[in-house]
C-alpha cells in the first residue's frame, strides 16, 4: 500500500467489522462469526433458523441415510469453530475480512445444505412447503442483488448490516482495488481533470503501482504524477481502505481522512466503491 504504511511486513494494520474500526491484532473473539453473518445470503441464514428449531427431525431423519453421519457433523463443526479457537490462543493478524479464512465457506454451508435436502424430501409437510417457497424468495432476492454488483460481487453484504449505501462507515470494501481499472476509464469523460496541463495525484488505499499502471494504460491523454500528501496534490484516488489518520488518534477510512468533492467515483448500489477527490 501505498504511502501510509510501508513499514508493514505483511498484513494490513487495521480492520473494519460493522462499524467499528480497530488495529489487526485487536479484533473481537467473534469476528469470524460476525462477519460471516453480514456476509452471508439472507436465505442461507434463514436455513440455518429452520436448523436449529427443527434439529433432532432433521438429524434423526438424516442419520437412516448417512453412515456415521454423527461424526461426520462433529467433523464439519470442529472445522467451522478451529479458526475462532486459534484466534482466541494465538495473536493473529486479521485483515481484509475472513480473506484468510475463505477454506470455511464449504464446512459452513453444510447445514444449510443438508436442511434444504431435508425440506425437499418432506414435502407432505405444510411447514415445509411453506418454508422452500420463502427459501425461494430470499434466493432470487439475493441472486438480484449480487448480480447488480458485477464485477465486484466480493464488497456484498446482506440486509442486516443495514442501507447498502452506508457500508464504507462499516466494513473495508474494495480492498484489493479491484474498481480502480473502471474508475481510470472515467477520467476521460472529466472535463474538470482533462482541462490541467499536469494533474498531481496522491493514492490513499490502492497500491500506487496498481494506480500508475491503470493510468498509463487508460487515460494516456493526460499529464499526471503521482505525489506525497505532503506535496500540494490537486487530487487523491482512493478506496475506503482502513487507516491511522495523520491528523489525529484515530482509525477509519480513507474516505473519512479525505471529504473533498468527488470528481469521478464508481459505485453499485448507490455504494461508493473507489473515486477521485478533490483536496480541500
Not at 513499514?7 to 460493522?18: F, H, Q, R, T
Not at 469453530?81 to 459452513?108: A, N, V
Request: charged share 20%.
Amino acid at each position: 500500500m501505498y504511502l501510509y504504511h510501508s513499514n508493514v511486513l505483511w498484513g494490513w494494520p487495521y480492520a473494519a467489522l460493522n462499524g467499528e474500526f480497530f488495529e489487526s491484532t485487536n479484533y473481537p473473539f467473534t469476528y469470524i462469526f460476525e462477519y460471516l453473518f453480514y456476509k452471508t445470503p439472507e436465505y442461507i441464514i434463514f436455513l440455518y433458523i429452520y436448523f436449529f428449531f427443527f434439529l433432532r427431525s432433521i438429524i434423526n431423519k438424516i442419520k437412516s441415510e448417512i453412515p456415521q453421519f454423527n461424526k461426520k457433523i462433529f467433523f464439519i463443526l470442529f472445522n467451522i469453530f478451529y479458526p475462532t479457537m486459534l484466534l482466541f490462543i494465538f495473536d493473529i493478524k486479521i485483515y481484509d475480512g475472513i480473506r484468510l479464512f475463505l477454506f470455511l465457506i464449504p464446512y459452513f454451508l453444510f447445514i444449510p445444505a443438508i436442511t434444504f435436502y431435508y425440506l425437499i424430501h418432506n414435502l407432505s409437510k405444510i411447514l415445509n412447503k411453506l418454508t422452500l417457497v420463502t427459501c425461494s424468495v430470499l434466493f432470487f432476492y439475493y441472486i438480484y442483488s449480487f448480480s447488480i454488483l458485477t464485477p465486484y460481487q466480493y464488497i456484498y453484504a446482506n440486509s442486516f448490516a443495514g442501507k447498502f449505501s452506508s457500508l464504507n462507515d462499516k466494513f473495508e470494501n474494495d480492498y484489493w482495488g479491484v474498481s480502480l481499472k473502471e474508475l481510470m476509464g472515467k477520467i476521460k469523460f472529466s472535463e474538470e481533470l482533462n482541462k490541467k496541463k499536469q494533474i498531481k495525484f496522491t493514492v490513499c488505499g490502492p497500491p500506487a503501482a496498481a494506480v500508475k499502471y491503470n493510468l498509463n494504460n487508460l487515460t494516456s491523454s493526460i499529464n499526471y504524477k503521482i505525489v506525497r500528501p505532503e506535496e500540494s496534490p490537486d487530487y487523491v484516488i482512493l478506496t475506503n481502505r482502513t487507516l491511522k489518520s495523520l491528523n489525529k488518534d484515530v482509525i477509519h477510512t480513507c474516505f473519512k481522512e479525505y471529504n473533498g468533492k468527488n470528481i469521478v467515483e464508481v459505485k453499485r448500489r448507490n455504494l461508493v466503491i473507489s473515486a477521485i477527490k478533490e483536496m480541500n
